[in-house]
Nanobody
Framework: QVQLVESGGGLVQAGGSLRLSCTAS????????MGWFRQAPGKEREFVAV????????YYADSVKGRVTISRDNAKNTAYLQMNSLKFEDTAVYYC????????????????WGQGTQVTVSA
């Protein structure tokens, strides 16, 4: 089992920045690919970004590419999502997720999920 806890969400003005953190406990963090997803009210949970176990490979959704950076610190068992130039449409609950396999953007292929952290961008 892997337990994931997100933090860092909050209220920010459009154009601002936030850094989300996802701290893992349980099994060896560096064995897992880490992904970030988000879910806005009334919408499906959608992929945002993913990072390989080593941190060498990343992949982003087109909607956030160039504004968001995913990273990880395996020594701290933590993954990060740096979000810049935030837009109103980035408002959502953001979830981190882990899977013991290669990079993947499909939410159903992730094994472990955090409880989510709310990001609200004011226009």
């Amino acid at each position: 089992q892997v337990q994931l806890v997100e933090s860092g969400g909050g209220l920010v003005q459009a154009g601002g920045s936030l850094r989300l953190s996802c701290t893992a406990s349980g099994r060896t963090f560096s064995n897992y690919t880490m992904g970030w997803f988000r879910q806005a009210p009334g919408k499906e949970r959608e992929f945002v970004a993913v990072i390989s176990w080593s941190g060498r490979y990343t992949y982003y959704a087109d909607s956030v590419k160039g504004r968001v950076t995913i990273s990880r610190d395996n020594a701290k068992n933590t993954a990060y999502l740096q979000m810049n130039s935030l837009k109103f449409e980035d408002t959502a609950v953001y979830y981190c997720a882990a899977r013991a396999d290669w990079l993947n953007h499909r939410r159903l292929d992730y094994d472990y999920w955090g409880q989510g952290t709310q990001v609200t961008v004011s226009a």
